[in-house]
Nanobody, 121 residues
Framework: QVQLVESGGGLVQPGGSLELSCAAS????????MAWYRQSSGKGRELVAR???????VYGDSVKGRFTISRDGAKHMVFLQMSSLTPEDTAVYYC???????????????WGPGTQITVSS
């Protein structure tokens, strides 16, 4: 089984920047897709950013141009660099990993426990 642990959350002022990291450990046979999702109070979980097969990056409409996802495959880590933060970015951010999805068949998926980001003055 794979475990994910997020770090880097906390309080930041509007307009500020913050970087999240996620470390994967356990029985890792591939690192095909790594992503960040978020969920704010009263809303459902939404995609923030994803990096997948071949390094393709996908961003949610609300964060495109402000957030950047990257990964270090050797270290089994994924990062999210956030800038120009607004109160609307306040949410619990979750790390997500798929293993095996680049193979074109069944795959495994895992979620981290989440880390709180609060953007406020």
């Amino acid at each position: 089984q794979v475990q994910l642990v997020e770090s880097g959350g906390g309080l930041v002022q509007p307009g500020g920047s913050l970087e999240l990291s996620c470390a994967a450990s356990g029985d890792i046979f591939s690192m095909d897709v790594m992503a960040w999702y978020r969920q704010s109070s009263g809303k459902g979980r939404e995609l923030v950013a994803r990096i997948g097969c071949g390094g393709k990056e996908v961003y949610g409409d609300s964060v495109k141009g402000r957030f950047t996802i990257s990964r270090d495959g050797a270290k089994h880590m994924v990062f999210l660099q956030m800038s120009s933060l607004t109160p609307e970015d306040t949410a619990v951010y979750y790390c997500y990993v798929e293993m095996g999805s680049c193979l074109g068949s069944a795959y495994f998926e895992y979620w981290g426990p989440g880390t709180q980001i609060t953007v406020s003055s």
